[in-house]
């Protein structure tokens, strides 16, 4: 069993594709920002290829391809980006046919006949290494250890940016939810308010009197009982009408009723 076939078994990698998915970033269009990273790369390292990639579960997805036309994923064979993701440092092929994983990679033995790799992890703050920034080329060649910084400082670029991104994800998140709570809040209110309306005028008409008055008999009732003026409001409506939405308290409904019970002819 190959050393890539053991982390994919394991919990370390479901750890990783829960990181991958958290920035939500698999098959979403193409963004300026990652294609830079991956010109920026083939240009510093002269390669005619260079790719930003995430690592999934069974697939190697493309955020930017530099130089590689019509690309869009590729299966996560070993050897290459799938090998990239299992180490901190900066994987190195100078010559793919000399390292038996990659040699025996599609991209290595197809059309495409890679001959030299390059590749910096993509990790995240938590340590989690979601996929590779990595140079490619048809020629074997050595690479610089320069080269090879430049690569991890651009893979931590991209970390920044995908962690820019789920910054923003959350804000967005959480203004609808703000949002949400606050049109939630208003219909409770104006509901609050027809309730109490509904309320007054019931007790108007049953005892004679202006709305101030029917406030106060609410407003007493509730602090007698220790009832909200909401409660009260749709349980003299219920009781009015013989249709109740809340169940009434004997300490609250006996109240309520006397204020319900209709004056005299000649008082008011």
């Known amino acids: 069993m190959s050393k890539l076939a053991t982390v994919s078994s394991g919990a370390s990698e479901e750890a990783r ?31 005619p290829m260079a790719t930003v990639t995430i690592v999934d579960e069974d697939r190697i997805w493309f955020k930017a391809a530099h130089g590689l036309s019509g690309a869009s994923e590729i299966g996560r064979d070993p050897g290459l980006c799938a090998s990239a993701v299992l180490q901190d440092e900066p994987y190195l092929l100078p010559d793919t046919l000399k390292d038996p994983e990659a040699a025996a990679n599609p991209l290595v033995t197809g059309e495409l006949g890679l ?77 609050s308010h027809a309730a109490i309306d509904q309320a007054m005028g019931i007790l ?31 349980a003299t409506t219920g009781l009015a009408t013989g249709v109740s939405t809340v169940p009434v308290e004997s300490t609250v409904e006996a109240p309520l009723r006397r204020a319900l019970r209709p004056l005299p002819r000649g008082r008011s």
């Open 17 to 47: 594709l829960a990181a991958v998915r958290r920035y939500e970033i698999l098959d979403t269009p193409p963004d300026g920002a990652f294609d830079r990273v991956a010109a920026l790369a083939a240009r510093f390292v002269d390669t």
């Open 204 to 234: 108007m008409k049953a005892q004679r009197c202006d709305a101030a008055a029917a406030w106060d008999i609410l407003k007493r009732i509730s602090q007698n009982t220790n009832t909200k003026i909401r409660v009260l409001a749709e």
């Open 115 to 191: 001959r030299f790799y390059a590749a910096a992890p993509i990790v995240t703050a938590d340590g989690y290494r979601l996929g590779t920034v990595n140079v490619l080329g048809t020629e074997p060649r050595p690479i610089a250890p320069r080269e090879a910084d430049t690569l991890r400082d651009l893979a931590s670029v991209v970390t920044d940016e995908l962690e820019l991104r789920l910054a923003s994800m959350h804000a967005v998140q959480l203004e609808r939810e703000l949002r949400a709570s606050q049109e939630a809040e208003m219909r409770t209110a104006m509901e």
